[in-house]
């Protein structure tokens, strides 16, 4: 009944097209109304100390460090650095964009901030030089959802403070599988485009080659500096975020000297404003999160899942067939904040390694991102690049298989995340 109670009003208000963050609010109020303990300032107290924690600072911070790459060049150095490699080759666009958006992921955690960027710089490119647009938007919007599993990753910092596990150690077990996802999309395109007849650029002199890394030295070298600093223990993860913001600000004025007051208070507000939302949504879901342990609800998970506690593979491959359901009707952050305080006591019971778990589950909700009919990053390709949400959606399907693909590989095969997670953390 409980459960049933907190379902009904959760769903519910979002049927009725309430914001997430006051359905959450609005089910915890429901909860506390069926458990006969309704009170108003506790409701309120557990809002407020949801949004009182020291790690979830590195948010604000990354999604700046990511508006400022957008809008100081260096977004744009990245793209010409991919391109003098590889924009020579057949599909070298498709190309392009996969390496542009691994590195892009490995500055800005977002992956909407990704694929909105990448699709206003590739996408004309690409369609002028003959590609198939639809195609192209799939592959860019496939792409774009690289940027929550290689660190730094927004919905690695929420996952970690949800479950209580080391941000740090996520940042670093998400390397592999991030790359493994832009291993599969450039496997994916090569098969697509065997047969097409696409207009290539002329191939680059070295000393173009080395004209485009120098130019990009100071934008390729932030990845380089948090992973180092988390590896080594220079930083946490906030104080990582912190570096970022201040590197990207230092690089795009006094390097690049790109950014102008106009963009510089852009950036700000709209971090600004993307930070309120994810922040509020996080408050409110730690309210959800707390009645729900008062109700024993995870106990009841647990119980429920017994028969698959003793196979730690069925209960990942279940649990994993569960994400994907709810991705397709809920955006990736108010479904880490629902799902991981009811899924973790089983997880642990099970034996899982949480790391390795909250790894798969936010790649599993970064696929989400691509799935109709909620699938943000698919509107914000279809809207930048003026496609039709259809259209966007038939690009991307092959290379949402392709991801799909990658991630009951890593189920059925742990090792690929836990060997190198071990090391690099060890």
Not at 82 to 99: C, K, Q
Not at 112 to 136: C, H, I
Not at 274 to 283: E, F, G, K, N, Q
Not at 396 to 423: E, G, R, T, Y
Request: proline share 5%.
């Amino acid at each position: 009944m409980i459960l049933t109670t907190f379902l009904v009003a959760l769903l519910g208000a979002i049927a009725l097209g309430i914001p997430i963050a006051f359905a959450l609010m609005l089910s915890a109020a429901a909860l506390m109304w069926h458990l006969d303990m309704f009170d108003a300032q506790i409701l309120a107290q557990n809002l407020i100390n949801g949004a009182n924690s020291f790690p979830l600072l590195a948010v604000p911070f990354f999604m700046l460090a990511g508006e400022i790459m957008t809008v100081g060049g260096l977004s744009r150095r990245i793209v010409d650095f991919a391109m003098v490699l590889v924009g020579h080759v057949r599909g070298g666009l498709g190309y392009v964009t996969i390496i542009t958006a691994c590195l892009m992921a490995a500055l800005s955690g977002s992956a909407v901030a990704d694929a909105a960027a990448m699709t206003a710089l590739l996408l004309p490119m690409m369609t002028a030089a003959g590609y198939d647009k639809k195609r192209s938007a799939g592959l860019i919007a496939s792409a774009g959802i690289i940027a929550p599993v290689i660190p730094p990753s927004i919905g690695l910092i929420i996952f970690g403070v949800s479950a209580n596990v080391s941000i740090s150690k996520l940042f670093l077990a998400g390397i592999v599988p991030g790359l493994l996802m832009g291993a599969a999309l450039w496997i994916t395109w090569t098969w697509l485009i065997r047969r097409e007849k696409l207009t290539t650029a002329p191939r680059k002199s070295m000393r173009e080659v080395l004209q485009a890394a120098r130019a990009g030295i100071w934008a390729l070298g932030m990845p380089v500096i948090i992973v180092v600093g988390l590896r080594f223990g220079v930083f946490t993860p906030t104080e990582a975020a912190v570096v970022a913001a201040v590197y990207a600000l230092f690089v795009s004025t006094v390097i690049y000297r790109e950014m102008t007051w106009k963009s510089f208070y852009r950036a700000f507000y709209n971090s600004a404003k993307v930070s309120a939302v994810i922040m509020l949504l996080v408050a409110a879901a730690m309210v959800s999160a707390w009645l729900i342990t008062v109700a024993g609800l995870p106990d009841r998970m647990v119980d429920l899942l017994d028969p698959l506690i003793g196979e730690p593979m069925l209960l990942m491959i279940a649990a994993m067939l569960l994400v994907v359901l709810v991705g397709t009707a809920m955006d990736m952050t108010p479904t880490i904040l629902i799902l991981t305080p009811v899924m973790m006591p089983a997880i642990k019971a099970a034996g899982i390694d949480p790391i390795y778990f909250g790894v798969l589950f936010i790649l599993n909700n970064a696929i989400g991102l691509i799935t109709p009919p909620v699938g943000t990053v698919l509107n914000t390709v279809a809207g930048v690049g003026r496609l039709s949400m259809d259209d966007t959606t038939r690009g991307a399907l092959p290379f949402m298989l392709a991801q799909l693909a990658v991630l009951f590989l890593l189920v059925l095969f742990p090792d690929l995340v836990l060997v190198p997670a071990h090391w690099l953390y060890r």
